[in-house]
């Protein structure tokens, strides 16, 4: 076992948890792509040091990948060495290091807008004549805290306006191998239900208006998607991450409120989160809303 590659061993870390999402198996297929082409992919894990490790990490660098992208490829590594340690063929795990100590982490950190940002940014919005028309999918962005999957997601079946209620229990996804494909919330703890603001329930009660004589397009078994393309297709994250884009750079051209320097569909529900942690609200309601699998991911917006 000890001669094993390390290609070999990260093959079989892989092969014993084979229920996994399509991300995640394209990624997987990635890193095993970086290791086949390096030359620690073909060392036996027997002789890989703490200093081979560090080595491949700067190597990644050099590369151009980003310093989450070698972390996360870190993480698995780490992994698959510590499977190793515990079937007893090696005794210490080269991966075992904080990757910040040998990279500079240059992660641009994630910050909510202020109330200010989101006042100037949500005028700025309606009254944009190209953007405009997403003013309804940001008001509710902003009001639910949805992952822009669980929003592209959205049903008919899903909304409740009497009771003003969401339902969320699945998310609409698309890759170029696959096309679209619908998923179950990343955890259990993703299944829940999100009670409406008033001005939530305006906005999907116009976005319910604006799509009565769209086509029914079923995925599924999923049928009636809120948000639908030109083509009548349920639009998807790449959609809104482009549309984003071009309002941010329209925005900080024309406006003197600047935008932080991460702005995606994602910083608007973590400006929801950081909203009602500011409120006061408890924090297991929060974790609830907001879906998350671990208190301490809702704490830290405290």
């Known amino acids: 076992g000890k001669k094993m590659t390390v290609c070999q061993l990260y093959a079989k870390q892989i092969r014993h948890r084979g229920n996994v999402r399509y991300n995640t198996k394209n990624g997987r297929k990635r890193l095993m792509k970086l290791l086949e082409e390096d030359k620690l992919g073909g060392c036996p894990i027997d002789s890989v040091k703490l200093?081979?490790?560090?080595?491949?990490?700067?190597?990644?660098?050099?590369?151009?990948?980003?310093?989450?992208?070698?972390?996360?490829?870190?993480r698995s590594l780490k992994a698959a060495f510590y499977t190793a340690i515990q079937d007893d063929c090696i005794r210490k795990n080269p991966f075992?290091?904080?990757l910040n100590t040998v990279l500079e982490d240059n992660t641009e950190p994630k910050v909510p807008l202020s109330p200010t940002q989101e006042a100037s940014f949500l005028s700025f919005v309606q009254s944009d004549k190209v953007y405009q028309k997403y003013y309804d999918e940001i008001i509710i962005l902003l009001g639910t805290g949805l992952r822009i999957s669980e929003l592209c997601g959205l049903t008919e079946a899903d909304i409740d306006l009497d009771k003003q209620l969401i339902n969320v229990d699945h998310q609409l996804l698309k890759i170029a191998d696959v096309g679209y494909y619908v998923e179950t919330p990343k955890t259990k703890s993703g299944n829940r239900v999100i009670p409406m603001s008033e001005k939530v329930l305006e906005a999907l009660q116009r976005v319910l208006n604006k799509r009565k004589y769209a086509q029914p397009v079923i995925l599924e078994g999923?049928?009636?998607?809120?948000?639908?393309?030109?083509n009548g297709l349920p639009k998807v994250a790449v959609n809104y991450e482009s549309m984003f884009r071009g309002l941010v750079r329209k925005y900080n051209k024309t406006?003197?409120?600047?935008?932080?320097?991460?702005?995606?569909?994602?910083?608007?529900?973590?400006?929801?989160?950081?909203?009602?942690?500011?409120?006061?609200?408890?924090?297991?309601a929060l974790q609830y809303i907001m879906g998350h699998s671990n208190l301490n991911m809702t704490l830290n917006y405290y």
């Open 222 to 230: 999923y049928t009636k998607f809120l948000f639908l393309n030109r």
């Open 255 to 284: 406006q003197k409120v600047a935008l932080p320097k991460v702005m995606t569909p994602h910083t608007l529900r973590h400006t929801f989160c950081t909203t009602l942690a500011n409120a006061g609200m408890n924090p297991k």
């Open 96 to 98: 075992d290091f904080q």
């Open 51 to 74: 200093s081979d490790a560090k080595e491949w990490a700067l190597r990644m660098k050099d590369k151009g990948y980003s310093f989450k992208t070698i972390n996360n490829h870190k």
